[in-house]
């Protein structure tokens, strides 16, 4: 490997390099830094007392809950360290977005790739923060502040996979060719998750903002668990419509994040909504996206730009085409309980009861539902009907 040893790019924990390959393909070298890891355990450490001395100190810092807050960036840093780690990061969003026309993320080189070096190919754009020189090779500045929520809601709602450092200096723009305006992302060393039941609740709290329909926001927080069950619902609603009525209707240039951030704050220590720190990260790329759009197009809509994404994904999970997909994904399951439910009906029918159809009984209703036993027999063989029609139908 042909190796510049002049960094092109420096960060907090690597650095960078050009290089080429033997069979003459240009990439970029990450390497990090020696003793960095030493000198983020002592740094964690010190967050680490602060938290815990806060909790102790300041009885509201317990709903904040900053010792996990803590232990979450913990992981992420000490994950950030592990450069196969963000080697296989690189590699899953590239897959993710391996047919879109908005994003490109370069390849891993794998073979010569180890935990302290990373080997992917390089790209080639102008850094997103350069909005001139963008605009003066032809990129639309206006449908690349679009595209770029566009991509953040793709990777929360339909992945549950974001990278979560979307900083300016992460993000470029390819300038020639095809793929002229679209982003190139970089660095993956923070990248956050979400199960189903996170993107289910913040879809439903989205659309909910949208629609301002504040009384489903307080609701979907105490079903949630968020919120406590005693919550007022009505008061809840009315503090929320407070925090957020004023921001609809605006461009992203005369909202003030920072001031709405700090109002829910306030309103969440009112009806004691608790941190979840799993979205943390979530909230710190939402800021940083913020700031990417503030930045390309000062008159972008965030909400009516996020809106028409987040009602689409919403049918594909509740509406018809979501149970098709439900269907799709429990076939395999269902079609291997379907061959014994001749025979566990016929022993249901029986007067006699043995010890090995009680054994079978209790199994089932454990694979599919507490129910008494004859209705989850009933319940089974509908759905094994839905599966049949439907697997002659695809």
């Given at each position: ?196 039941v996170d993107k289910n609740y913040l879809a439903q709290n ?100 996020a809106k028409p994404f987040l009602e689409r994904w919403m ?80």
């Amino acid at each position: 490997m042909a190796f510049n040893p002049t960094p092109i790019a420096s960060a907090s924990v690597a650095q960078v390099h050009f290089a080429v390959l033997p069979d003459n393909r240009e990439v970029a070298v990450k390497i990090l830094r020696p003793g960095i890891r030493q000198i983020i355990d002592h740094d964690m450490a010190l967050l680490e007392i602060a938290a815990a001395w806060l909790e102790k100190l300041w009885p509201d810092a317990r709903r904040l809950k900053p010792q996990e807050v803590v232990a979450e960036f913990d992981k992420y840093l000490h994950d950030e360290l592990d450069l196969m780690r963000e080697a296989a990061n690189c590699s899953q969003l590239r897959r993710n977005f391996a047919n879109s026309h908005l994003l490109m993320v370069p390849e891993v080189h794998w073979d010569w790739c180890t935990q302290n070096v990373m080997v992917m190919e390089r790209m080639h754009g102008l850094p997103i923060s350069q909005t001139e020189a963008l605009r003066a090779a032809g990129v639309d500045i206006p449908q690349l502040a679009r595209a770029g929520v566009e991509i953040f809601f793709t990777q929360v709602f339909r992945d549950g996979f974001f990278h979560a450092d979307m900083h300016p200096g992460n993000i470029f723009v390819a300038t020639e060719g095809q793929t002229k305006g679209r982003y190139i992302a970089l660095d993956f060393g923070i990248v956050g998750t979400l199960t189903d039941v996170d993107k289910n609740y913040l879809a439903q709290n989205f659309l909910a903002f949208f629609q301002r329909d504040y009384k489903r926001v307080a609701e979907v927080h105490v079903e949630s668990g968020w919120a406590p069950k005693n919550t007022r619902i009505d008061e809840f609603e009315s503090a929320i419509r407070a925090v957020c009525e004023p921001i609809f209707d605006r461009p992203l240039k005369d909202i003030s994040f920072g001031r709405i951030l700090l109002r829910l704050f306030q309103t969440s220590r009112r009806f004691n909504v608790e941190i979840q720190p799993q979205l943390v990260l979530l909230q710190k790329t939402l800021l940083n996206i913020e700031g990417l759009g503030r930045q390309l197009d000062p008159e972008l809509d965030l909400w009516k730009t996020a809106k028409p994404f987040l009602e689409r994904w919403m049918q594909e999970q509740i509406g018809w085409r979501g149970l098709r997909n439900h269907i799709k994904r429990e076939a395999p399951a269902w079609m291997t309980l379907l061959p014994a439910l001749p025979r566990l009906v016929h022993q249901a029918l029986s007067a006699d009861r043995h010890a090995e159809f009680k054994t079978e009984i209790a199994d089932l209703r454990t694979k599919v539902t507490r129910t008494r036993w004859w209705l989850v027999i009933t319940t089974t063989l509908l759905s094994g009907l839905v599966v049949l029609i439907f697997l002659c139908k695809l």
